[in-house]
């Protein structure tokens, strides 16, 4: 806000030196300014709006917003106070009342261009569309400007790509933008490119294609040009969605001779041939050619294309494109899968991927090329196809281990081509141990080897043989995971870690040591390797999940809380992010842009992290902070009723192939994959936003109890509560159904694919039944609450079975923790990560029933009293006490026995684990292991045990806390 | 074998497949990012690979005055992924940044590389760049690295007939005098 132009206002001056400390960050000197100021001038209510600035900054919101509202209701129309109140507004996320301000200002200034433009825009930024729309043409109406006009008609647009019913967005909103666009083409009133582009959306949307084409076509479509093929690529679009197949073949052909390398042509041209053949399309009679061109119709025809393109690439004298090569066998596939012999003209494909090895092998992208085709090979010329590319791979002779590495960095990339090629012909699964061993051996031989070449190479850049060492990764994985030696995978962790340290910036090995840890149950060392992956906004949607899974899950709470706010930071800011570049969209003309914003922005509100995080943040929250579960069931504004999870459109952004492999397809991971984590992790979801609503609807039953007088009024409240309570409970048991059903499935994902959900462990540690039936035993307790103790034997008796019970499946629960989860036997290092896990749920399940234990006890409390007043009265000391409060007293007793088991038991397990002597583990046993590869093995055992130690400790001491609240309990 | 089209804000989504620095292609906060699209869409072009991996990006955008000749193409970014290097993509990608310039009539297109950057510094020359000036500490000083030069590198585009607009000011200057 500092640029104020030329200073002639008096008032401007005087106001100067205010917008100079708040723009310097002083807000103190701001406010006294601005007092100062208001002394002398009262009616300077520009001075207050920029000391309600300086006040929103130093966190007194509530004294801001009152002495903006002083300024606001007289309805301002100078413009220092208009602007100084949009900034505030804005600042306090209340851009809804900027419209208030300018509707008042253009009501006192009616014909105030500037005014009227401001007011379009706040509209903007609330997405008001019809409002957008009415005063854009106000706009219009006071200075006939076409850009207000057609913001106007860009605002019906918003209104039909908004609206819930299709049919009104097809019959009204855009015939009304197309017509509003007609109007100005015949009035011959265009002028800008913006004007064009928004009127062929508006036909697209409409689905008039032929007129949309007619339109890039013709004098209006000359208005193109910012954008490169900006025409070609329209019409392109509508010749696909118009069917027009020889226009896009004809098309097509022009744009690749134009660019022999840009691959969306060939597949539009390959695309349309096929078509066309189908139909048996033919060249039309003399005079009726296509308008794009010749249009080519057979095989033939493409073939001697794609030869021609190829050999044009093959004289060239400069670096030859891969386009053509490619597109010969893309061709070749589609042939194939037509089953038309006609392939055989092209070649033979392995021959020719031998030829591209040949061109394009010592580039790094050479295997994400050819992988694409590596099933036009037979199985039986696999290895052929293999020993073909040694034969290109100029090595230098073997040495005694009976390697020859490469002499050049190219060498060595053709070299490293090769054997991702080979691993993802299937080549090294179909290995046995001894053959992975040995191959190992060699990866990790030419990655040493390869270290010489990238000596110099900057901290930043990666070493020229990592990849070596990443497939060496790969290879002790599937080792592991074929022979359950968990050796291998410490050996992988050694390789992976000596990796980075050579290499500190490569984010595969990062990666892919994170999930490994993360599969280890050590959450420590994940921390640091994320954070320094040094992921940037989207990320933390895209690949938080690698985070996120497994925070909590691990009993790193802590942690766990900060890498969900992580991300809930980004997710944060993206509404605000948004809005303001919608603005600008419309500002410049960018309408195409418009409702991609509002996609954006929607695809990341609606994104399944987002809803997980925030979940999972406040579930921590209550594990970990609350003490009394009403207070911080209030302070965090949970309302049980609300769900806002978009269910139905939930969006999967985590990328799922962010860890690179080189696996063969039938490894690979799958669409289905895809829809089955989805799905999973949808319903692990559902449970855990039940059980947090649930907890929240447990809080709020167990308000303090009301005096008797008022129990009438707040009866119909309380039973509101409760059955809020019991309509969540049945929607937990029904998700909890759908979960046994999928765990049923034991999907499981490819190793680098997604991690599975918390689902299946949930529900074998029994945690998500207990908690279960534990709140529907609060459930029981309101029902005692209003029955009484007399007449409700059969109540309470069912109250007290329902704590032993819960007392019996707590000590289920905590018998499926016992075991080590990190031992030593016959020299042999092994986990038992599960043993954790199950631990976390059997704690958080212990703050469950002892939340719906304190809740018992506010419920029984009056009761117990009343009941001794009445016995006081009678003089009564004989008769017994009734069921369910010995029940409770036996219960509590019981609860503690359980807690303070499982404390010994955590203690056990910190106390052997702190006994083990890792040092004293052998490591070298059968496997040629280097000593500075042992250290980073050892490192990386470290690693793990100080992580299970630091997950036991945290477990401890909430365990310790919660046993606290047990003092309280006592009636 | 690339796709090129225009940039979208989907492919943020996509910008992961790196192997080396996991932020490699995105470098920069959404708003930039927006701002970029709100204002010169056509200038922020992607390059796909077959598979749908980003092999990389180019963002720019067009400013400066017409009446004193100094309306031009500026390239704020270019990317190429480490494994889609030496495929003559930049060159195309900078290629199409001078077209779009070339057609709004612009005189020049001009960039900043650092001074230390010889592979980029050359590669512009490659491509018919030549060092217009130099900027003073133009790079603020990031992770321990100190404050860094940068070179303000044109290239003429055909509305500069005579080339005036690549004479090289032989004097550094400060970031604060440029536009």
């Known amino acids: 806000m500092a640029a104020r132009g030329h200073v002639q206002d008096p008032n401007d001056r005087r106001l100067r030196p205010i917008y100079d400390y708040l723009d310097n960050g002083n807000n103190k000197m701001a406010i006294q300014q601005a007092d100062k100021l208001l002394k002398k001038h009262k009616d300077l209510h520009c001075a207050k709006v920029l000391k309600a600035i300086g006040l929103q900054r130093t966190g007194k919101q509530d004294e801001a917003f009152s002495l903006a509202q002083e300024v606001a209701t007289l309805e301002p129309t100078d413009d220092n106070s208009l602007q100084a109140l949009t900034i505030l507004y804005r600042e306090m996320h209340h851009p809804e009342l900027v419209t208030k301000l300018y509707e008042a200002a253009v009501k006192k200034v009616p014909l105030s261009e500037e005014y009227h433009s401001h007011l379009f825009m706040a509209y903007a930024r609330v997405g008001e569309y019809k409002k957008m729309q009415q005063a854009g043409m106000a706009l219009y109406k006071i200075v006939p400007k076409n850009p207000y006009y057609f913001w106007s008609v860009m605002s019906l647009v918003m209104q039909a790509i908004s609206a819930q019913d299709e049919k009104l967005a097809q019959t009204m909103f855009l015939p009304l933008a197309e017509r509003m666009v007609e109007k100005m083409v015949k009035e011959e009133k265009i002028e800008a490119e913006a004007e064009v582009q928004l009127y062929f959306m508006i036909l697209e949307r409409l689905g008039k294609c032929v007129e949309a084409l007619d339109v890039v076509r013709g004098p209006l479509g000359e208005k193109l040009t910012s954008e490169l093929r900006s025409r070609e690529n329209k019409c392109m679009m509508m010749y696909q969605r118009l069917q027009l197949w020889p226009e896009c073949n004809a098309l097509s052909y022009k744009l690749l001779l134009k660019n022999p390398d840009d691959w ?107 992988k694409i085709y590596l099933h036009l090979l037979p199985p039986e010329q696999r290895s052929q196809f293999k020993k073909r590319l040694g034969e290109l791979v100029p090595l230098g002779e073997a040495g005694e281990d009976g390697f020859g590495f490469p002499g050049d960095t190219k060498a060595l990339q053709r070299h490293l081509c090769v054997c991702q090629l080979s691993r993802a012909l299937g080549l090294q699964h179909a290995l046995d141990t001894e053959g992975k061993l040995r191959l190992i051996t060699e990866l990790k031989a030419h990655y040493h080897h390869g270290l010489q070449f990238g000596k110099s190479c900057l901290k930043t850049e990666l070493q020229f043989s990592d990849m070596y060492c990443l497939m060496a990764a790969h290879v002790y994985v599937d080792l592991w995971t074929e022979t359950g030696d968990e050796n291998m ?241 049945s929607q937990l048991d029904q998700t909890l159904e759908t979960a046994a059903q999928i765990t049923e499935k034991q999907t499981q994902y490819p190793f680098l694919g997604p991690p599975s959900s918390r689902l299946a462990s949930a529900l074998s540690s029994g945690s998500c039944h207990c908690q279960a039936s534990a709140l529907q035993l609060s459930l029981t307790l309101r029902e005692l609450e209003t029955t009484g103790l007399d007449d409700s034997t059969e109540l309470q008796t069912q109250i007290c079975n329902a704590f032993k019970s819960s007392v019996a499946q707590l000590q289920e629960m905590l018998s499926r923790c016992k075991g080590e989860v990190l031992e030593m036997k016959d020299g042999r290092l092994t986990t038992r990560p599960s043993l954790l896990e199950t631990l976390v749920f059997f704690v958080e399940t212990v703050c469950v029933v002892l939340w719906v234990a304190s809740y018992s006890a506010s419920v029984l409390r009056p009761l117990k009293s009343s009941l001794q007043k009445k016995k006081k009265k009678k003089k009564d000391s004989s008769s017994a006490m009734p069921v369910v409060l010995c029940g409770f007293q036996e219960w509590t007793g019981s609860l503690q026995g359980v807690v303070t088991q499982a404390l010994d038991h955590v203690k056990g397990q910190e106390a052997s684990l702190t006994a083990l002597k890792l040092a004293a583990l052998t490591l070298e046993e059968g496997y040629s292991q280097t000593q500075e590869e042992c250290g980073f093995t050892r490192a990386a055992m470290d690693k793990v045990q100080s992580s299970y130690l630091g997950s036991l400790q945290e477990l401890g001491d909430l365990l310790r806390k919660r046993a606290d609240s047990l003092k309280s309990l006592k009636i | ?135 003073i500490e133009y790079y603020s000083a990031s992770n321990g690295e100190p404050d860094e030069d940068a070179y303000d590198m044109r290239k003429a585009l055909s509305s500069d007939t005579e080339k005036k607009s690549i004479v090289p000011i032989p004097h550094p200057v400060r970031p604060e005098d440029i536009e």
């Open chain 1, 489 to 729: 995978l410490w050996q992988c962790l050694g390789v992976l870690e000596e990796g980075l340290s050579f290499s500190p910036s490569n984010a595969q090995f990062k990666l892919l040591l994170l999930l490994l840890f993360c599969r280890l149950g050590a959450f420590q060392p994940v921390v640091d390797l994320y954070s320094s992956l040094d992921a940037k906004h989207v990320q933390h949607d895209t690949i938080g999940y690698l985070l996120t899974r497994y925070a909590g899950s691990l009993g790193q709470f802590a942690a766990a809380s900060q890498s969900c706010n992580f991300s809930l930071r980004f997710f944060h800011s993206n509404q605000k992010d948004t809005s303001e570049y919608i603005i600008q969209a419309y500002k410049y003309g960018a309408f195409e842009k418009i409702p991609e914003f509002i996609a954006f922005r929607t695809r990341l509100n609606q994104s399944l992290h987002f809803a997980q995080v925030r979940t999972e943040r406040m579930l921590l929250d209550l594990y970990t902070e609350a003490d009394v579960l009403e207070e911080s069931v209030k302070a965090m504004g949970v309302c049980p009723e609300e769900d806002d999870i978009p269910w139905d459109n939930m969006r999967d952004n985590r990328d799922l192939t962010v860890l690179v492999s080189w696996d063969p397809k039938d490894r690979e991971l799958t669409e289905e994959h895809r829809r089955l984590s989805l799905e999973e992790e949808s319903v692990w979801l559902k449970v855990r936003s039940l059980t947090l609503r649930l907890l929240a609807s447990l809080a709020l039953l167990g308000h303090a109890p009301s005096p008797r007088n008022s129990d009438k009024t707040n009866e119909n409240g309380i039973s509101a509560k409760s059955s809020t309570l019991q309509t969540l409970l």
């Open chain 1, 264 to 370: 969306q042509f060939y597949l539009s041209y390959f695309d349309s041939l096929f078509h066309l053949m189908d139909k048996s399309w033919s060249q039309p009679e003399e005079g009726e050619h296509c308008v794009e061109g010749p249009v080519q119709t057979t095989v033939t025809e493409a073939v001697k294309f794609v030869v021609d393109r190829m050999e044009e690439q093959d004289k060239k004298e400069s670096r030859p494109l891969r386009g053509p090569y490619l597109a010969c066998l893309e061709l070749i596939h589609r042939l194939r899968q037509r089953g038309c012999p006609d392939e055989k003209e092209l070649g033979d494909p392995l021959e020719l991927m031998v030829q591209f090895f040949g061109k394009f092998g010592d580039k790094p992208c050479c295997i994400t090329d050819l």
């Open chain 2, 1 to 135: 074998m690339t796709t090129l089209r225009a940039f979208t804000c989907d492919d943020l989504f996509k910008f992961n497949n790196i192997q080396a620095v996991l932020n490699f292609l995105l470098q920069y906060g959404i708003p930039f990012y927006l701002q970029y699209l709100a204002h010169w869409p056509e200038y922020f072009i992607v390059a796909e690979a077959p598979g749908g991996e980003l092999m990389g990006y180019i963002m720019g955008k067009a400013e400066g005055s017409v009446a004193r000749e100094e309306w031009h193409g500026h390239v704020t970014a270019l990317s190429v992924a480490p494994e889609f290097r030496r495929l003559g993509l930049a060159a195309k990608l900078m290629e199409m940044l001078e077209e779009i310039s070339e057609r709004k009539g612009g005189f020049f297109v001009d960039l900043f590389v650092r001074v230390s950057n010889q592979v980029a510094v050359n590669m512009y020359k490659q491509l018919g760049y030549s060092v217009y000036r130099t900027v």
